[in-house]
């Protein structure tokens, strides 16, 4: 018998014959096969839907009109139509094919819109109806608060302008160039009434042609004068004279002296002299401003000259250009190098950078810094370790000793020390200058009337007022009205002890001490 199956699920159908019956495995396979297949459809409200967790099944929300699949596990929604927000703007200036479909799973309803932004000064977009109509009353004709259109000659109206910044119209123009002269025109001179010319307008005067005084020339003019004066103009005197110096080239001009010399004597050329001896009373003497014969006196003064320093004689430079010297007694006085050396030997010169080893052979007298903090160690022969500052170097023998005392001072936190060395070199102990304050934090200080819960910094302090020692000042209760000592140490943190020891009879002594949180323990008596 033959079998013919079902068109969609494919499930056996049996033609007419003797078969036996479908056995059982058969008959669960075809209904496992039916199970699998075939979907199962309900309907309700979108309320009343069943959890999901049976496969295959179709659930119509009757009131939504949606429409869900169940997964097993969850309700997946077919064919979301809507629900998806607001719809995006039409993009205005895109390009001409828009590649990106979105992404949204949700189809848009069949009456949703589209909305187009209307344009502002930053984005484009759709025109409003406000601009169109603007654009619609632009006109080439003067008419306030309109755009303007060309006509069709290209040209357009304005009123006239007012404002320096308005535009301008033809008729505003041609009436302000009939009121000026022309680019190119002339005056008479009798046209200027008033004001002064400006000077830079004025051409100047020159060899061939006429113009405005220069300045330099004014002040030539102003300059003329009857009597000599270099680069001056000559102008006669009331006299009609003027005055000349003794003339020295043959164009020069002459004056009356030298004209009374030239006619009253007459001269020789050195080269005339060829023989004897010209009488010394006839040799002008050199003077400051002039040539002439050398005195005796200033002879023997050349002659004498000396490279020893020797008293009223000119010095005389040995061969090798140096010019000796006596040692100077006066500040004006010159003065030899070995003087000048030894007073540079006292003095302290800047030796700059210290390098990274020991300071015990540094002896060259001058100030040296440190800037490094590595080679700053005890072991390079620094009083600490660690801080940066700068070494001064003196001597107090002669210089070929070994005696030297270095002091150190250090920069952060200052601090000060100094040593000395004997003639062999070797450096004693550093020692630390001692600080004003130190000194003060040393010597007992007078206490006053101070309550002595407020004395907290570490010190000395004496009290020579019995009545400043009361109670009411938290001093001891036995000690009360007594002179004495205050002694204030620092523990730890604000943690201060006091001991107070009475001047008189057997000096009895009392101590106490504050706590970190401020609080006063009582006075204890010592040895009570």
Do not use: C
Request: aromatic fraction near 8%.
């Amino acid at each position: 018998m033959a079998i013919d199956p079902t068109p969609r699920f494919q499930l056996p159908r049996y033609t007419n014959g003797q078969d036996l019956h479908p056995t059982r495995t058969d008959f669960n396979g075809r209904m496992e096969l039916i199970d699998e297949l075939a979907a199962i459809a309900l309907q309700g409200a979108r309320a009343d839907r069943p959890m999901p967790e049976t496969r295959g099944r179709f659930y119509a929300a009757t009131d939504t009109r949606d429409l869900f699949y169940d997964t097993g596990t969850t309700w997946l929604e077919v064919a979301r139509i809507g629900a998806g927000g607001p719809g995006s703007t039409v993009l205005v200036g895109g390009s001409t094919v828009q590649a990106d479909e979105g992404t949204s799973d949700r189809a848009a309803r069949a009456d949703h819109v589209h909305r187009i932004p209307l344009a502002t000064a930053n984005s484009p977009g759709a025109q409003s109806g406000e601009d169109r109509a603007k654009m619609l009353a632009a006109t080439n004709v003067s008419t306030p608060n309109t755009h303007v259109v060309r006509d069709s000659e290209g040209r357009t109206r304005f009123a006239d302008p007012s404002a320096v910044t308005d535009a301008a119209n033809k008729r505003y123009v041609d009436t302000l160039i009939n009121t000026r002269a022309a680019a190119s025109h002339t005056h008479n001179a009798s046209d200027t009434t008033g004001g002064t010319f400006n000077p830079a307008r004025l051409p100047p005067a020159t060899t061939s042609a006429q113009g405005a005084l220069s300045p330099e020339d004014k002040a030539l003019i102003d300059g003329r004068r009857s009597l000599n004066g270099a680069g001056s103009l000559v102008v006669r005197d009331s006299e009609n004279r003027f005055n000349s110096e003794v003339p020295a080239l043959e164009y020069h001009v002459a004056n009356k002296k030298y004209v009374d010399q030239q006619v009253g004597s007459h001269r020789h050329s050195a080269a005339d002299i060829n023989s004897g001896e010209f009488s010394s009373a006839r040799l002008p003497a050199a003077t400051a401003g002039n040539k002439g014969a050398m005195s005796h006196i200033h002879f023997q003064l050349v002659d004498g000259a000396s490279p020893n320093p020797v008293g009223n004689a000119l010095p005389l430079r040995t061969s090798n250009g140096n010019i000796a010297v006596p040692a100077p007694t006066a500040s004006i006085h010159a003065t030899q190098r070995s003087y000048v050396d030894d007073l540079y030997a006292g003095t302290i010169k800047d030796r700059g950078q210290l390098g990274s080893g020991s300071i015990d052979s540094v002896t060259e007298t001058g100030e040296y810094y440190q800037n490094q903090t590595t080679p700053v160690t005890i072991a390079n022969g620094y009083p600490v370790n660690g801080n940066a500052g700068a070494l001064s170097v003196r001597q107090f023998t002669n210089s070929t000793s070994g005696h030297r005392i270095q002091v150190w001072t250090q920069w952060s936190s200052p601090r000060q020390w100094f040593r000395t060395s004997n003639t062999n070199g070797e450096f004693s102990a550093w020692q630390e200058f001692v600080t004003a304050d130190q000194v003060v934090h040393t010597l007992p200080q007078p206490l006053g009337s101070t309550n002595l819960n407020a004395r907290t910094e570490p010190g000395d302090f004496y009290v020579t007022s019995s009545t400043n020692a009361s109670e009411a000042n938290h001093f001891p209760p036995g000690a009360a009205g007594n002179e004495g000592l205050l002694e204030v140490k620092r523990h730890i943190g604000n943690s201060v002890m006091q001991r107070y020891t009475v001047a008189i009879g057997s000096h009895p002594m009392w101590i106490r001490r504050r706590y970190v949180g401020g609080t006063w323990s009582d006075w204890s008596r010592v040895g009570a």
